[in-house]
């Protein structure tokens, strides 16, 4: 039983760590699942987890209601609730605070982390991308980007995972085109020392929005993910309100997480462009719906571990 990250694969934060560490913006999809391993079952049981994306979890999708603050205890028990050794999340916490993620921050007595300022404010992006309730009203133009291409392979495959991250697909050599227009593109690209330029328009010829949205992704493949997602979500009616907290806490973290795979493979097309029936619609009503469910359980179980984990402060203590 595993709780995968939600922001697996960002490094650290600008400014922190040394020369050459790879930047928060140089995100990167996970490497494909192997052939042999499982699809997630409908339990949500997705197998097991890094440290690093655990605790990245906990303050990225919990943690605001508290501050953005954890005591070192309340952290280790939340994570192995996921799985995950205390030394192993010891360690991760350590590389976050290298990374410009975590700064330690005493409360009460209690020795904890916070998560910094830059790592709030990517956090809430990310969390408002998953939670979104579908995609915003199109005006019919695209947005196109022309990267100037340097360096080594390397660089240009970060910069090709950012954009892809931030929904665009490549169209040509060095350039790119989405739907939206991404207010991350700018920092993104800056930060990886890539010059660009962009406008939105509308294409001329005979291709309609539709034909392209099909050239530019894979939509049939995209449909088929929705559909093995929806496969693996619980039910109607399961119950999931009446969970105790320490079971609705890893079961919510491992659905969320898999729904956030999706960013990476799908900008939120926008309905014009997408076939009659697109599966996603009704999968991400389902999984709001159930995320909602469990959340109750979960923040009580978050918040026990962050209360229980601080020393009591007064004449008692």
Not at 21 to 40: A, H, I
Not at 90 to 100: D, H, I, N, P, Q
Not at 145 to 172: K, P, T
Not at 291 to 307: H, I, Q, Y
Request: glycine share 12%.
């Amino acid at each position: 039983m595993g709780c995968p990250s939600l922001w697996r694969g960002q490094g650290p934060l600008p400014g922190a760590g040394a020369p050459g560490l790879r930047d928060w913006t140089s995100l990167s999809p996970e490497p494909p699942d192997p052939p042999n391993r499982p699809r997630p079952s409908p339990t949500g049981d997705t197998g097991p987890v890094h440290a690093r994306s655990a605790v990245v979890d906990l303050y990225g999708d919990h943690l605001r209601e508290h501050g953005w603050w954890a005591p070192v205890a309340g952290v280790v028990r939340l994570t192995q609730a996921c799985g995950v050794t205390p030394a192993a999340t010891r360690t991760a916490v350590s590389r976050l605070v290298r990374e410009g993620w975590l700064a330690p921050r005493a409360v009460d007595g209690a020795r904890g982390y916070a998560a910094t300022a830059l790592a709030q404010d990517r956090l809430r992006r990310a969390h408002g991308r998953i939670y979104a309730t579908g995609p915003p009203a199109w005006d019919g133009r695209w947005h196109v980007v022309v990267v100037e291409h340097h360096g080594d392979r390397r660089r240009r495959d970060q910069v090709a995972a950012s954009l892809g991250y931030l929904g665009y697909a490549h169209l040509a050599a060095a350039t790119w085109v989405s739907p939206w227009s991404s207010p991350e593109l700018g920092a993104v690209l800056e930060a990886q020392g890539a010059g660009w330029t962009a406008w939105r328009g509308r294409p001329e010829g005979s291709r309609s929005p539709a034909e392209l949205a099909g050239r530019l992704w894979d939509l049939p493949g995209l449909a088929t993910a929705y559909e093995d997602f929806a496969r693996a979500l619980p039910p109607p009616g399961a119950g999931l309100a009446d969970l105790a907290p320490e079971t609705a806490y890893p079961l919510r973290t491992r659905l969320v997480h898999e729904w956030r795979k999706f960013l990476f493979r799908d900008p939120g097309l926008p309905e014009e462009v997408l076939p009659s029936g697109w599966p996603a619609t009704t999968v991400r009503a389902r999984l709001l719906s159930v995320a909602a469910e469990l959340a109750p359980a979960a923040s009580t179980f978050v918040g026990g571990a962050v209360r229980t984990a601080r020393p009591r402060v007064g004449p008692a203590a």
